[in-house]
């Protein structure tokens, strides 16, 4: 593996999403749930670039990524809502404290 | 007539559903306006799935007489609508009428009604265009919509902190999923420089090896989907969801969402080619794990709600199995008893998932009561509510799979299929799988045996009426889980062009 620029950006795709994981494994904390859920999203953009170019068709990457950051836009303002809700009627962000569902 | 048609089943639901909302919000807030505002909602949601049906029927007489799939394009992006296209959207028409005119008085009243009305467009036009798509990337986003969309749904209740709950459970799993996904499609676009599934075909079948690039998003695929379609050890998620939703979009959510999910992978799997068989037996081992552990847990279950979502999960299994049968054998057989499976799991759950929203509407909601209705609470219902008694007990018969019911014909044909190969695994699966649909019958059974008790309990004995318009929907797919199942071959114009859809994607 030489350093080469697109070799570093996959390094910088598997480091987000190693991120990405290990929080999603260890946050308790729903605001911070929607973070780390951002963090993953952003490793897969990063992901989409990068094979576009590799693949010599660095538009179509681009233009998935962007799309991507719309849609997930969307997804993250939803989630943010139902946070609020839930904080708003549980009295708590904490996830272990929320859960009644279970079996 | 023009071949693009099609389009407009997605377009006309999708186009209509702010209008929807707008004319909820119509005039001041004062209360005499509020009853007219709910039925112009309810009539404007009715009349726009009507004029999508009318569309359906016009593009399948389009499709059947021209003998090819219709295609659309807009610049580079492309749909086309075959088999597989048009089982999903007569699955998600069919019910999403039945569920609009269930939901009537089950929602009015609620706050945020409009605001239900348009998602419930919004998804229907969402899953018609899930079916249709013919690019990966087209697919992901489709299938991202349905998600936000169904996330919306599943926390409607939202002065209840268990749908929260629910809904917050299902958006963070179903939103890793999708993340999962898009690094698969990153993946295929990394190793073949095209997200078209026909170039991705043509680019791998010119390959002399496949790169291990697309075998790892085939398994990104397999678990980002799995996570939708409620894939054994991902499917958490959907007790919660389906048990907290609102009982017609209970009936959506399990009837066509986690359908249309299904088709999703499938769709992405088979651009993945060269190794169908490998896939098949891998759908062949999640169709065992699923029907298996969704029996068990079932089994266990108090809350009707909750159990008919384990029973989802069993019925994914016999859906599953009978696709890979069809990709193991290379047989159309299998595929074809899948799809009537999956069109007879969206009749008898959505009716099950209806009927039991009935009895809870009338024995808990009228009497000011929000808790899930349990299995003791319907003691002697049949005495006080023979309709939705009889057709809860059609439902759940039909899909412990009781021989003159839907239910069973399509399982029996899965079975035949099984047998057809002479390959002693398969048939030792087949074994299993009906051994199942027995065991099923063990949580079934007392339900409808409680529904028909002599004694009437106390909260059957508390509760008001059933409206009118919940129990059209009731008594129509009831007769039809009855009919398909004494005339199965009532339903092969559906299923043959889908199986035979299903086996042109995976090259067979």
């Known amino acids: 593996m030489t350093l080469n620029p697109l070799n570093i950006i996959l390094f910088g795709v598997v480091l987000l999403l190693a991120v990405g994981f290990y929080g999603l494994l260890i946050t308790r904390n729903l605001i911070k749930i929607v973070l780390v859920l951002q963090i993953l999203v952003k490793a897969v953009v990063l992901a989409l670039v990068l094979a576009g170019k590799a693949s010599g068709n660095l538009g179509l990457g ?42 | 007539m023009n071949p693009t048609l099609f389009t407009w089943m997605i377009a006309l639901p999708l186009g209509v559903s702010p209008l929807v909302y707008l004319a909820g919000r119509l005039g001041s807030h004062k209360m005499e306006l509020t009853n007219i505002r709910s039925w112009l909602v309810r009539g404007l949601a009715l009349l726009t799935l009507s004029a999508t049906w009318l569309l359906f029927i016009l593009s399948w007489d389009k499709f059947i007489g021209s003998n090819e799939n219709l295609q659309f394009n ?122 078209d599934m026909d170039k991705i075909r043509l680019a791998i079948s010119a390959a002399s090896s496949t790169p291990l690039g697309l075998v790892l998003a085939g398994a990104l695929f397999v678990i980002g989907f799995g996570v939708k379609v409620a894939f054994v050890p991902l499917h958490t998620w959907l007790p919660d969801a389906h048990s907290q939703a609102p009982s017609g979009i209970s009936a959506m959510l399990s009837g066509v969402v986690i359908e249309a999910g299904l088709v999703a992978m499938l769709r992405a799997l088979s651009t993945l080619g060269g190794f169908s068989v490998s896939w098949g037996m891998l759908l062949l081992a999640f169709g065992a794990l699923n029907m298996f552990y969704g029996n068990l847990m079932a089994l266990r279950q108090t809350q009707i709600k909750r159990m008919l979502a384990y029973s989802s999960l069993s019925h994914i299994g016999y859906i599953l199995i009978g696709l890979g049968i069809a990709l193991v054998n290379g047989s159309p057989a299998g595929a074809q008893g899948a799809a009537f499976h999956l069109f007879n799991h969206t009749i008898m759950k959505g009716l099950a998932f209806l009927a039991v929203g009935a009895l809870m509407f009338a024995l808990l909601d009228q009497n000011g009561i929000h808790r899930p209705l349990e299995v003791n609470d319907l003691s002697g219902a049949a ?54 649909s027995v065991l099923s019958l063990a949580y079934y059974a007392p339900v409808v045996n409680m529904l028909y008790r002599r004694n009437v309990g106390a909260v059957v004995e508390g509760g008001a009426s059933i409206p009118l318009t919940m129990n059209i929907p009731l008594v129509i797919l009831a007769l039809a889980v009855v009919v398909i199942g004494l005339l199965p071959s009532l339903m092969s114009w559906l299923t043959e062009p889908a199986a035979q859809a299903f086996l042109v994607m995976f090259g067979k």
């Open chain 2, 74 to 195: 807009l610049e580079s992006i492309w749909l086309r609508a075959d088999g597989v296209s048009f089982l999903l959207a007569a699955m998600v028409l069919g019910l999403g009428t039945f569920v609009v005119l269930f939901s009537g008085p089950y929602i009015a009243g609620e706050v945020g009604e409009e605001k239900y009305y348009a998602m419930l467009l919004a998804i229907v036009g969402i899953m018609i265009g899930l079916g249709c798509a013919r690019d990966l990337f087209n697919l992901w986003m489709w299938f991202e919509a349905m998600a936000v969309s169904s996330y919306l749904l599943v926390a409607f209740y939202r002065e209840h902190p268990a749908s929260l709950e629910a809904g917050m459970k299902y958006l963070v799993q179903s939103a890793t999923g999708s993340v999962l996904v898009l690094l698969g499609i990153a993946l295929v676009l990394g190793n073949t420089g095209t997200l």
């Open chain 1, 62 to 103: 681009q233009s998935i990524a962007a799309t991507v950051i719309v849609a997930d836009t969307i997804v993250a303002v939803v989630a943010l809502a139902l946070a609020v809700q839930v904080r708003r009627r549980a009295g708590t962000l904490d996830i272990a404290r929320i859960s009644t569902l279970q079996g």
């Open chain 2, 383 to 436: 005495r006080k509510y023979p309709l939705a008694a009889l057709a809860l007990s059609i439902a759940l018969l039909a899909l412990g799979g009781l021989p003159p019911l839907a239910g069973f014909m399509s399982k029996w044909q899965i079975f035949v299929a099984g047998f057809q190969g002479s390959n002693p695994w398969l048939m030792g699966l087949v074994i299993f799988a009906a051994l199942n």
